[in-house]
Nanobody, 126 residues
Framework: QVQLVESGGGLVQAGGSLRLACAASGRTFSSSVMGWFRQAPGKEREFVAS????????IYGDSVKGRFTMFRDNAKNTVYLQMNSLKPEDTAVYSC???????????????????WGQGTQVTVSS
């Protein structure tokens, strides 16, 4: 079982930056593909980023490419999402997710992930 706890959300002005963190429990973290998703009120869940076991492969959703960077620190069992040049449309609840150990590769599909955190609110004001 993997437990995920996000932190780092908050209120920021457009053009600003935030760094989200997702701390994972359990020994399986270093061998699990991790992902970030977001969901705004009244909208469907949206893929943000996914990174492989050692971070060698990372993919991003089209709306965040060039602005967001996902990286992981396996020694700290933590994955991060650095968000720069934030826009009001980035406002959402951001959740991290994990695939089961040694289970597949990076994925933009929410159903590919087995464990989810509670989420952290990010609000970008104009």
């Amino acid at each position: 079982q993997v437990q995920l706890v996000e932190s780092g959300g908050g209120l920021v002005q457009a053009g600003g930056s935030l760094r989200l963190a997702c701390a994972a429990s359990g020994r399986t973290f270093s061998s699990s593909v991790m992902g970030w998703f977001r969901q705004a009120p009244g909208k469907e869940r949206e893929f943000v980023a996914s990174t492989s076991w050692i971070g060698a492969s990372t993919i991003y959703g089209d709306s965040v490419k060039g602005r967001f960077t996902m990286f992981r620190d396996n020694a700290k069992n933590t994955v991060y999402l650095q968000m720069n040049s934030l826009k009001p449309e980035d406002t959402a609840v951001y959740s991290c997710a994990a695939r089961r150990r040694y289970s597949g590769s990076v994925s933009s599909f929410a159903h590919a992930y087995d464990y989810w955190g509670q989420g952290t609110q990010v609000t970008v004001s104009s």
